[in-house]
Each structure stands twice: as structure tokens, then as C-alpha cells.
């Protein structure tokens, strides 16, 4: 059973930076596609970015140009860079495999998140 842990968040302020982290555990076989998103709060959860293992690259509108998604399979370990933050920003971040070519269904169970806070 895969487990997703991610970590990194943190309180900061708006035009600040954070590096989120992404490592899956118990993976025997190879990730296609790794995916970032985040429950804002009060809100539903939404993708934010997504890689694929040969480093194909997406993002959501809102974050194109300030996040950066990087990572592979091989060392099952995904980043998410986050510059320019505004206060919309402010979420639980999670990682997961996106499944059926779209970005509504996930492959494995949920992690805990990371928290981010942008304050204004």
C-alpha cells in the first residue's frame, strides 16, 4: 500500500517562496504521473499542478508562472515550488497520481498535507 507523506509548508508572507515536498513509500511500481493539490479553506479540493515521470509538465491557470512542479518515480520523491504567493494560496497542499487522464480521480488514499499560510 502506497503512503504519501508530504511536508514544507509553513506560515508566509504574500510574495514569499515555499518548497513543498512529496515522498511515496511501499511504491513497488512506477508513478506516471504525480499530481499537487490543495483544499483552501472552506473549499473543495482542487489540482494545482501534475508531472508526468518522463517531465512533462501542467499547472492549473492560477499558478502558472509562480509554481514549479519537479520529481521522478525513481526516487519516488516530488517537489512543488511555490514563488510569488499570494494570499489565495493559503491551503492544505497534498500529493497524489492522478488516474484516468484527467485530474478528478487519484490512485492511492489521501496523505495528511502540508499546511500553507499566505498572509497579506
Known amino acids: 500500500q502506497v503512503q504519501l507523506r508530504e511536508s514544507g509548508g509553513g506560515l508566509v508572507q504574500a510574495g514569499g517562496s515555499l518548497r513543498l515536498s512529496c515522498t511515496a513509500s511501499?511504491?513497488?511500481?512506477?508513478?506516471?504521473?504525480m499530481g499537487w493539490f490543495r483544499q483552501p479553506p472552506g473549499k473543495t479540493r482542487e489540482w494545482v499542478a501534475a508531472?508526468?515521470?518522463?517531465?512533462?509538465?501542467d499547472y492549473a491557470d492560477s499558478v502558472k508562472g509562480r509554481f514549479a512542479i519537479s520529481g521522478d518515480s525513481a526516487t519516488s520523491t516530488w517537489f512543488l515550488q511555490m514563488d510569488s504567493l499570494k494570499p489565495e494560496d493559503t491551503a492544505v497542499y497534498y500529493c497524489?497520481?492522478?488516474?484516468?487522464?484527467?485530474?478528478?480521480?487519484?490512485?492511492?488514499?489521501w496523505g495528511q498535507g502540508t499546511r500553507v499560510t499566505v498572509s497579506s
Open positions: 497524489n497520481a492522478p488516474v484516468y487522464g484527467g485530474y478528478s480521480y487519484v490512485g492511492f488514499n
Open positions: 511501499g511504491n513497488k511500481r512506477r508513478i506516471d504521473t
Open positions: 508531472i508526468t515521470d518522463g517531465g512533462g509538465t
